[in-house]
C-alpha cells in the first residue's frame, strides 16, 4: 500500500479487496469479516503527509487550520501522529496505534493513554473526532451487512457498526456504504446514542497522481448544528 492509500484508512476512505462479502445481506458473519478486513489494511513504510481542514460553523468565520500527518511503521504496529497549527499557534495533536487483532491505543502529545470518553472530541476545532480518524467503529463487537443498493450511482454493500455501550455524546451506530467493485468508501452515517443523524461523511474529489487516482479532498458535515470540515490533502 502507498503512502496515499495508509492515509486515506486512516481518515476513513477505505480500499479492500472488492467482492469479499458480495452477495450477502443482513448477514453479522459476513460483517465481521469485512471490519476484519478493513482494520487489517497497514501501511508498507512510513510517511508524512500534509494538508489542512477548512472548518466552516453557522454565524462563524472560516477557520484554515494546517494539518500534518506522521504515520511509523514497526513489525508489530503502525502508529498514526496528527498534529495541527493555526497561523503560528500550535493545536495539540494526538497518536493512536494499530496492532492487528487488538484495540486502537490513543495518546495525547505528551505520550498520556487517552480514556475512551476523550476519543469523541473534535481534533483542532474540527467536526472529526480523535475515534474518526482512529476508524473506531469497525472495532465494535457488533457489524453486520443489512443489504446491497445503489449510493450515489454506485452499487455498494451496507455495513452497519453497532456500538454496544454508546456514551451521551457519542455513536450508537455508524452505516458505511463500500463500493462493490472498489472496495472505496462512498458515504457513512453516523448516529448518536438517541439513534439521531449526527453526522455524515462523503470523499468529494479526487485527482489523478502520476497516473493513479488519488483522494484529494473529504468532508464531514454535523448535521444537527450545521457544521461542516472539508480536510484537503497536498498533492
Not at 60 to 79: E, I
Not at 139 to 162: A, I, T
Request: hydrophobic letters at 40%.
Amino acid at each position: 500500500m502507498n503512502a496515499r492509500g495508509a492515509i486515506a484508512i486512516g481518515l476513513l476512505a477505505i480500499s479492500l479487496v472488492a467482492g469479499a462479502v458480495a452477495g450477502t445481506t443482513n448477514d453479522p458473519a459476513a460483517g465481521r469479516e469485512l471490519a476484519q478486513q478493513l482494520l487489517a489494511l497497514r501501511p508498507e513504510a512510513g510517511f508524512t503527509n500534509t494538508g489542512k481542514l477548512v472548518i466552516r460553523a453557522p454565524k462563524k468565520q472560516r477557520q484554515d487550520v494546517s494539518y500534518t500527518c506522521r504515520v511509523v511503521v514497526t513489525d508489530t504496529n503502525w502508529t498514526s501522529f496528527y498534529s495541527a497549527s493555526r497561523g503560528t499557534n500550535a493545536l495539540p495533536g494526538f497518536s493512536v496505534e494499530h496492532r492487528d487483532g487488538a484495540p486502537n491505543v490513543y495518546r495525547d502529545d505528551s505520550g498520556n493513554l487517552l480514556k475512551a470518553a476523550q476519543t469523541t472530541v473534535a481534533f483542532a476545532g474540527s467536526d472529526f473526532w480523535l475515534a474518526d480518524l482512529g476508524l473506531e467503529f469497525f472495532h465494535w463487537p457488533e457489524q453486520r451487512v443489512l443489504r446491497w443498493e445503489m449510493k450515489r450511482s454506485f452499487g455498494c454493500k451496507v455495513l452497519e457498526s453497532r456500538n454496544p455501550d454508546p456514551a451521551a455524546g457519542g455513536y450508537s451506530r455508524v452505516v458505511s456504504w463500500i463500493h462493490d467493485e472498489s472496495g472505496g468508501l462512498i458515504q457513512a452515517e453516523a448516529y448518536d446514542a438517541r439513534g439521531k443523524l449526527l453526522k455524515e461523511f462523503r470523499p468529494t474529489e479526487t485527482q489523478k497522481v502520476n497516473g493513479r487516482r488519488e483522494l484529494k479532498e473529504m468532508e464531514i458535515e454535523n448535521v444537527q448544528t450545521g457544521s461542516t470540515t472539508r480536510l484537503v490533502f497536498d498533492l
